[in-house]
């Protein structure tokens, strides 16, 4: 058994498995909300960018998009056309910039994520509302730990 197989202690073994376990849900809840929208998981991580940088007054442009979810512009060009067929976003002219265009999810599309995800975010802040000020930051400060130890993996590092 090497190192990073071992854990430091049982409880430490248990929050890793409720990670796991909690991954796992989050994981069969994308699927049927992705199911239920008849989208992919691009599609639906688009149309939530979009609805978010509409509420904060943002433009965003195909490019843009196609940053955001590290693909290529062809592939979001199809992305978009799929979208744009379903109704759930438009292609505009952008209001500064005459060469380009701006992408915007249409209100129904608000509307549907909304409902969609609406009953699960209020189950989430349910739960997260009955951490007291000593959890909820003892919580937050280890997701961002664990966020960092996830975003600094390297594929090509074979040291165990």
Known sequence: MSAADRVASP?????????RAYRTAEAAMRRR????????????TALR???????????????M??????MKSASVTVMLDRLTTSGHLDRRPHPSDRRSLAVVATPGSDDEVRAT???L???MI????????????????????MTEAASQVDTTDTAA
């Open 11 to 19: 409880l430490a073994a248990e929050v890793l498995s409720a990670m």
């Open 65 to 70: 998009l196609a940053d955001h979810l590290g």
């Open 33 to 44: 909300t992705r199911e239920s929208m008849q989208m992919g998981e691009n599609d639906l």
């Open 126 to 145: 349910t739960v997260t509302s009955r951490l007291d000020e000593q959890q909820a930051e003892a919580v937050r400060t280890f997701l961002l730990a």
């Open 49 to 63: 960018y979009l609805l978010k940088a509409q509420g904060e007054g943002r433009v965003v442009t195909p490019g």
């Open 121 to 123: 975010h209020r189950r």
């Open 117 to 119: 995800l609406g009953r």
